[in-house]
C-alpha cells in the first residue's frame, strides 16, 4: 500500500489534491460536495471587499486545450461570503482554505481579518488575478515591493496560515516568491491563470468574452505552470501548492517533482467532473506502485536531484 497523504504545515491532507480557487467554491454546501468527492483540500472562490458583480457574459470560452475566463472576480458580500465560509469550515471535514483579494493593500489587510474569524485552516491571498484592476494599475503580484507590503499587511493581521497565491504574468516569479516569503508568507500557491489571452467569434468578427480579454487555464498552461514551481522551489524553503493545467494523476506527478507539495486542480473539475479527485489519487497510486515509491513525499522535487 502506498501512502498518498501529506502535510502543509502540520496540516493534515489525506491526499495532495485542492479544489483551486473559482470552480464550485462560492457555497459550502458545493465545497463539501467536492470534499466528499475525494479532494484532499478546498479553496473558496476569492472574497472582496464588497460584493461585485462581475463581467456580464459570456465569461467563459473553451479554446484549444484550456479555457479562457474573464469572470472579474464576482463575489457575494462579504457577510453573505462569511456565513458560507463558518459553515463550511464547520461541517467539511478536509481542511477549507479561505481565497480573498483587496483593491488595495489596506484592503488586503481588511479582508483577511475579517475571513480569519470564520478560522479557516489557511488564507489564500489572491494577487494574481488577470482582469482585476489594483491601486498600482498593474496586478499587485507583479511587483516584489507590492507582494512583500500585501504580505506583511496581511501577516499583522491574523495568526491563519497564510498561502500568496502568484501570477506567471511576470518576467521573474521566483524573486516574487522570495518577496513574499521574506514578508512572512507560509505557502506559495503558483500559478493563476496566464495571459490574458483572447478568442473572436469570426463569423460575427466580434471578441467572444464580455471582457474581449481573459485568463487561459487548463492542459495549455501546465508545461507554464511547472516550470514556475520548479523555479519558485529553488527560491524558497516553504511549501508549495503547483496549480495549472493537472487533468490526471501523472499531472501532479509531474507537479509534484517540480517541487510542489499539494496540487490544485480547477479546469479538470469542468472538464471531468468531480470523480476527477478520485481519478488523480488512484492514478497517483498507480504510479508509486509502478516505480517503488511509497510516500507521496519522495516525489516532491524529485526532477532537482
Ligand atoms: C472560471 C474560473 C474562475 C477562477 N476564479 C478564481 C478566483 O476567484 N480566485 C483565484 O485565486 N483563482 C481563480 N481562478 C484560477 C484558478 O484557481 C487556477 O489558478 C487556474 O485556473 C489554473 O489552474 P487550472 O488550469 O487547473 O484551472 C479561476 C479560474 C477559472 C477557470
Redesign the pocket.
Known amino acids: 500500500m502506498v501512502d498518498i497523504s501529506t502535510s502543509l504545515l502540520g496540516v493534515r491532507l489525506r491526499n495532495p489534491t485542492v479544489l483551486?480557487?473559482?470552480?464550485l467554491g462560492v457555497t459550502a454546501s458545493s465545497l463539501k460536495r467536492v470534499a466528499e468527492a475525494g479532494a484532499g483540500a478546498v479553496t473558496m472562490?476569492?472574497i472582496g471587499p464588497e460584493r461585485r458583480e462581475g463581467h456580464p457574459t459570456p465569461v467563459?470560452v473553451e479554446v484549444t486545450s484550456?479555457?479562457l475566463?474573464a469572470?472579474g472576480?464576482s463575489c457575494p458580500s462579504p457577510d453573505e461570503s462569511l456565513e458560507e465560509l463558518r459553515k463550511a469550515v464547520k461541517e467539511i471535514k478536509a481542511p477549507v482554505i479561505a481565497?480573498f483579494y483587496g483593491r488595495t493593500v489596506k484592503e488586503f489587510g481588511e479582508v483577511a481579518e475579517r475571513i480569519s474569524e470564520a478560522k479557516p485552516a489557511f488564507i489564500?491571498a489572491?494577487i494574481?488575478?488577470p482582469n482585476m484592476e489594483s491601486e498600482y494599475g498593474k496586478p499587485f503580484g507583479t511587483d516584489p515591493e507590492v507582494t512583500g507590503k500585501i504580505t506583511e499587511k496581511v501577516k499583522n493581521k491574523t495568526r491563519i496560515p497564510l498561502i500568496v497565491?502568484l501570477t506567471p504574468n511576470v518576467l521573474d516569479i521566483a524573486s516574487i516568491a522570495k518577496a513574499a516569503e521574506s514578508a512572512g508568507a507560509d505557502i506559495i500557491s503558483a500559478?493563476?491563470?496566464y495571459g490574458p489571452g483572447m478568442a473572436i467569434n469570426i463569423e460575427t468578427a466580434k471578441p467572444i468574452l464580455s471582457n474581449k480579454f481573459g485568463?487561459m487555464?487548463?492542459s495549455a498552461?501546465k508545461p507554464l505552470a511547472v516550470r514556475c514551481v520548479y523555479e519558485i522551489y529553488e527560491a524558497v524553503n516553504i511549501p508549495i501548492i503547483g496549480?495549472?493545467?493537472?487533468q490526471t494523476g501523472r499531472d501532479a506527478v509531474e507537479m509534484m517533482m517540480a517541487g510542489a507539495t499539494a496540487v490544485?486542480?480547477?479546469?479538470?473539475v469542468m472538464n471531468r467532473d468531480l470523480k476527477v479527485f478520485s481519478e488523480i489519487c488512484g492514478e497517483l497510486e498507480g504510479f508509486m506502485e509502478e516505480w517503488g515509491y511509497s510516500k507521496i513525499d519522495e516525489l516532491r522535487g524529485k526532477a532537482h536531484d
Open positions: 483551486a480557487s473559482g470552480i472562490k476569492s467563459v484550456g479555457l475566463n469572470v472576480l481565497s489564500e489572491n494574481s488575478c497565491k500559478i493563476n491563470s485568463g487555464s487548463g498552461i496549480v495549472g493545467g493537472i490544485g486542480v480547477g479546469t479538470a
